[in-house]
Nanobody, 116 residues
């Protein structure tokens, strides 16, 4: 079983930037889809970004143009670069990986707080 560990969260001012990292301990099988979700208090966990094994990416309108997902296959590391952060981006961010988004592994989460 692959274990996913996120890091890089913290407190940032509106308009600032953060880069989150997700390290996979174990081998990610070829063809797996990887992504990031977030969950604010009282809200449903929502999809933030996905990347396929051939580097196709998807972003919802809420983060499109501000967030960028990338991977480094050699060291099983996934990045989420977040620019122009807004207060509504405040949430716990979770790494996700598996054969589909519906079935896979979760990381433990990292807190991102955007506040003045």
């Amino acid at each position: 079983q692959v274990r996913l560990v996120e890091s890089g969260g913290g407190l940032v001012q509106p308009g600032g930037s953060l880069r989150l990292s997700c390290v996979a301990y174990g081998t990610i099988p070829a063809g797996y889809i990887m992504g990031w979700y977030r969950q604010a208090p009282g809200n449903r966990r929502e999809l933030v970004a996905t990347i396929t094994s051939d580097d196709n990416t998807y972003y919802p309108d809420s983060v499109k143009g501000r967030f960028t997902l990338s991977r480094v296959n050699a060291n099983n590391t996934l990045y989420l670069q977040m620019n122009n952060l807004k207060p509504e981006d405040t949430a716990v961010y979770y790494c996700r990986g598996g054969p589909t988004l519906a079935a896979g592994s979760w990381g433990q989460g990292t807190q991102v707080t955007v506040s003045s």
